[in-house]
């Protein structure tokens, strides 16, 4: 049961233009949302997250934006630049007794063209 | 100065066999997990590990054994490979207590089994 959905597996975009990734999740129990990038051959790294008590947080070129009640979370990119073509995970944290488990959507590719 | 290191980065083996992958962080970290990414690219946590404890097991077939020597280094052991045990298995750390808990992932192994 994929409780973090990310219904894009691809998505183009022009250099300069605004990249929008969307993220969809079922359990009203999450506390935490992040967004991952990963480039081929390596493993996915930190991004920025969210927590769910806030609609918004900003990190330079990326935005992520919140929407509780549609269970419905996005990234922005602006300006997108070529060097963010990538794939984009969006997870979704629950505490638990001794550690946090991370639940990841299945990914959607960027890909910026100069 | 890697952070996160998984050896090996790939490995061919016939079913049947018992293999291991191995995982060090050099950040400190209290918490290590492993995850599985299949050819549908659905990375899914199978284990974490706390203070030498392990504190989530997700129904991962007992063929699989998480060992860790001490905090820095989380190994994964898998007995009688199959073929469906092929995938892209990733190592991350994470420091217990942090909001949110921002994970840090080795560069991955790939598991192929013939």
């Known amino acids: 049961d994929q409780q973090v959905k990310q219904n894009s597996p691809s998505l183009s975009v022009q250099e300069g233009r605004i990249s929008i990734l969307n993220c969809d999740y079922t359990?009203?129990?999450?506390?935490?949302f992040l967004w991952y990038k990963k480039y081929p051959a390596e493993g996915p790294t930190f991004l920025i997250s969210?927590?769910?008590?806030?609609d918004k947080n900003e990190d330079g070129r990326f935005t992520v934006f919140l929407n509780k009640s549609a269970k419905h979370l996005s990234l922005h990119i602006v300006p997108s630049q070529p060097g963010d073509s990538a794939v984009y995970f969006c997870?979704?944290?629950?505490?638990?007794?001794?550690?946090?488990?991370?639940?990841f959507g299945t990914g959607t590719r960027l890909t910026v063209i100069p | 100065d890697t952070a996160v290191s998984q050896t090996p980065k790939y490995l061919v083996t016939q079913m049947g066999n018992d293999k291991s992958i191995k995982c060090e962080q050099n950040?400190?970290?209290?918490?290590m997990y492993w995850y599985k990414q299949d050819s549908k690219k659905f990375l899914k946590i199978m284990f974490s590990?706390?203070?030498?404890?392990?504190?989530i097991n997700e129904t991962v077939p007992n063929r699989f054994s998480p060992k860790s020597p001490d905090k820095a280094h989380l190994n994964l052991h898998i007995n009688s490979l199959e073929l469906g045990d092929s995938a892209v298995y990733f190592c991350?750390?994470?420091?217990?207590?942090?909001?949110?808990?921002?994970?840090?992932f080795g560069p991955g192994t790939r598991l192929t089994v013939l």
């Open positions: 991350a750390s994470s420091r217990l207590g942090t909001s949110p808990d921002t994970q840090y």
């Open positions: 359990n009203s129990m999450f506390d935490y």
């Open positions: 969210i927590s769910s008590i806030k």
């Open positions: 997870a979704a944290s629950v505490d638990q007794t001794g550690a946090n488990n991370l639940f």
């Open positions: 950040l400190g970290h209290d918490t």
């Open positions: 590990y706390n203070n030498k404890e392990l504190i």
